[in-house]
């Protein structure tokens, strides 16, 4: 991040114009100042002022700042790679899309927010300084960019350090001293031809430290303290479907911390600074020879093991083991989770391969073949979580014994288990509940968050005794989802030092909450924590204010909704959601929540027409489905009810409810 002038700006502001969609921006200066005249939030063309420039390669954006303190980034940007590489241009970073004045992705949209989406990794000591009252930013910065105390922690005691020439503090004065490579060699066994540390690694906090930017993550807390558990102050996202894949190859804009947990020379002890030179920003050595630091290239840097011409593609290292996904259209990323190629999971469950991303014309199984002749065997890897992810996605019906085996298997990444441990919540049975305990005492704090997220289908009584004793763990983002996991258990059941954590716990997570209150998900979050406490008029507040952010935020409407009925509303909770389906008509969740509330009406007829609507927009929805089956039953069209319940089960296998309804309506049928 920079301010403009003629060393940091790369773009063509020289009345070079762009078109996309319809609409002409144009590019070019006023004096000194760097002016572009493109679309506003009403849909009108405007002239707008440069305030910053924002990267430098492989691309260079440009921050517009409003009136309200927000700084909001241009969707155009320039192409800076050379022009023979084709570069040099100006492009949109949604060539295929037309985001329209209102949609969040939209340049004056939420999801282009610099303060909210981009601030805290781009520059050193932000504060977001967010007014709920006034809707506006004060953020601040103590460096522009990112500097030596985004890692290191506030200078001025090592500054201190060298003024003195305290050679006696081994910590150099620094918050937090990253010594975990000190006197350790990494010397490579000949039979394997693979490296072993010399010395266990015991802590990860230089991995800690790079993953609060260079992670899928939220933000909880802007305390940050340089050397604690990265989630004392940030949520990693787990394997999510859409951020990454069933087998957990990256799929969105994950960045590195996410894959580089679920990798072998994560659980072997490798770092950051093992690969990367973190001050000069280079690898630690050229091309291949970064890999065999730790790799025997008499083994690995051979035909006889990728198979490929020396010096060809396929013949490097990450060509296969770091294959790369092109986000922002011109930015290569590399999948640091160092596998090993799978086309059999290709074929099998439709995951990526970097044998087919290079051979675009042949098939997964024709990889899959080619690998079984070159090696004789099956590949095989350290991930063997494929499956059970893949089984929890299509709802399939050992889901639950896979996810089970998982959690439970503590040679597998710690993300991996805990995003098992998460979908858990989908199956709940005695035998996910004994798995899901036994998580919540595991050493990793990813893995008991994502127990804590597998109860939430538990009632309220099981939640408080299965979890309230990690009210007081060590974690603050495994405290705050445990308070608001067990915010419905009533007060009266709470004695002393359980209550005093409790009401802690939930005063961090409101804090959390509060510090993203510009986003319309923590406006919800705070909802459903008044509502579990019973706090209507503070949920129904925290909805609206929610909507108000985010007309587009489907989870609103469907809870203020409930709110209403809560109270005797039905009436406006009728209104709201039409309202909502007015704007937003492919809602499932809106027409299901329609639905109930006819029911409730005793508007069979029109109830059905709702449910099914919502059945149709989200047919995988199980829940969706049990409802509308039990509405047709309820209207006596059993055989009706039966066929959409058979529909449904084609879309999750596994899905206990189904099975029970169906056996009910027709007892001792088989599928």
């Not at 109270?567 to 959601?577: A, C, E, P, V």
């Amino acid at each position: 991040m920079r301010l403009p002038d003629p060393k940091t700006v790369l773009g063509a502001f020289d009345g070079a114009t762009f078109m996309h969609d319809g609409v002409t921006s144009t590019f070019f200066r006023n004096g000194e100042a760097l002016i572009v005249r493109t679309d506003g939030s009403d849909g009108q063309l405007h002239d707008y002022t440069v305030a910053y420039t924002f990267g430098v390669a492989p691309l260079q954006q440009y921050l517009i700042g409003f009136p309200d303190g927000r700084y909001q980034a241009l969707g155009i940007a320039w192409d800076a790679r050379p022009r023979a590489a084709g570069g040099r241009r100006w492009f949109d970073l949604y060539p295929d899309e037309r985001f329209r004045p209102g949609d969040p992705l939209h340049w004056t949209g939420r999801l282009q927010n610099w303060n909210h989406m981009c601030a805290e990794c781009h520059s050193t000591g932000v504060e977001k300084n967010y007014n709920p009252a006034a809707r506006s930013y004060h953020t601040t910065w103590k460096e522009i960019d990112v500097s030596c105390e985004a890692c290191h922690g506030p200078g001025s005691r090592h500054v201190t350090w060298a003024e003195r020439h305290a050679g006696g503090d081994s910590s150099k004065g620094l918050a937090v001293l990253f010594d975990e490579r000190r006197g350790v060699r990494w010397p490579i066994d000949g039979l394997s031809g693979n490296a072993r540390r010399s010395i266990a690694r015991t802590t990860d906090k230089e991995i800690e430290t790079c993953a609060r930017c260079h992670s899928r993550r939220t933000e909880l807390f802007e305390d940050y303290r340089w050397g604690r558990p990265l989630m004392d102050t940030h949520l990693p996202a787990l394997l999510e479907e859409g951020l990454y894949h069933a087998d957990g190859q990256i799929e969105g804009e994950v960045y590195e911390y996410g894959s580089f947990l679920q990798s072998r020379m994560q659980q072997r002890g490798v770092t950051c600074s093992d690969c990367h030179e973190p001050h000069g920003l280079t690898l630690r050595a050229p091309g291949d020879g970064v890999c065999l630091q730790c790799h025997l290239s008499i083994k690995y840097a051979t035909a006889q093991h990728h198979f490929h011409r020396p010096g060809s593609a396929g013949s490097a290292c990450v060509d296969c083991h770091m294959p790369a996904t092109t986000y922002m259209i011109v930015d290569p990323r590399r999948d640091h989770s160092f596998r090993i190629p799978r086309p059999d999971l290709s074929a099998r469950l439709g995951t990526p391969n970097a044998c087919t991303g290079c051979h675009r014309d042949e098939s997964a199984q024709w990889a899959a073949s080619r690998i079984r002749d070159w090696y004789g065997h099956e590949p095989h890897g350290y991930q063997r979580y494929a499956d059970a992810l893949s089984a929890a996605r299509t709802q399939a019906a050992d889901a639950e014994a896979l996810l089970a085996a998982l959690v439970r298997d503590v040679e597998q990444p710690g993300i991996a288990r805990a995003t098992a441990a998460s979908e858990l919540a989908r199956w709940p049975s005695p035998t996910s509940v004994a798995v899901l305990a036994e998580a919540l005492g595991d050493r990793d704090p990813l893995v008991r968050y994502g127990a804590v997220s597998g109860l939430e289908p538990l009632p309220a009584e099981a939640r408080w005794r299965l979890a309230s004793a990690l009210l007081g763990d060590p974690v603050r983002a495994v405290r705050i989802a445990v308070a608001s996991l067990v915010a419905d258990v009533p007060v009266s059941d709470i004695q002393g030092d359980q209550r005093a954590a409790l009401d802690h716990a939930t005063e961090e997570d409101i804090a959390a909450q509060r510090l993203n209150a510009d986003q319309p998900e923590s406006q919800v979050n705070l909802g459903n924590l008044a509502a579990k406490r019973g706090q209507v008029l503070d949920a129904e507040r925290a909805y609206r204010t929610a909507l108000e952010i985010a007309p587009d935020c489907v989870s609103a409407y469907v809870n203020l909704a409930d709110v209403l009925r809560q109270t005797g509303r039905d009436d406006k909770g009728g209104r709201l959601l039409r309202a909502g389906l007015a704007r937003l008509p492919e809602a499932a969740a809106l027409y299901h929540s329609l639905g109930l509330l006819q029911i409730r009406q005793k508007n069979l007829t029109a109830a059905l027409v709702s449910l099914k609507r919502a059945v149709d927009l989200a047919p995988d929805d199980a829940r969706f489905t049990y409802v509308y089956a039990v509405a047709l039953e309820s209207a006596g069209r059993e055989e009706e009810a039966l066929a959409v319940i058979d529909a449904g089960l084609r879309h999750a296998p596994g899905d206990r409810t189904l099975h029970e309804l169906r056996s009910r309506l027709r007892p001792g049928s088989t599928r």
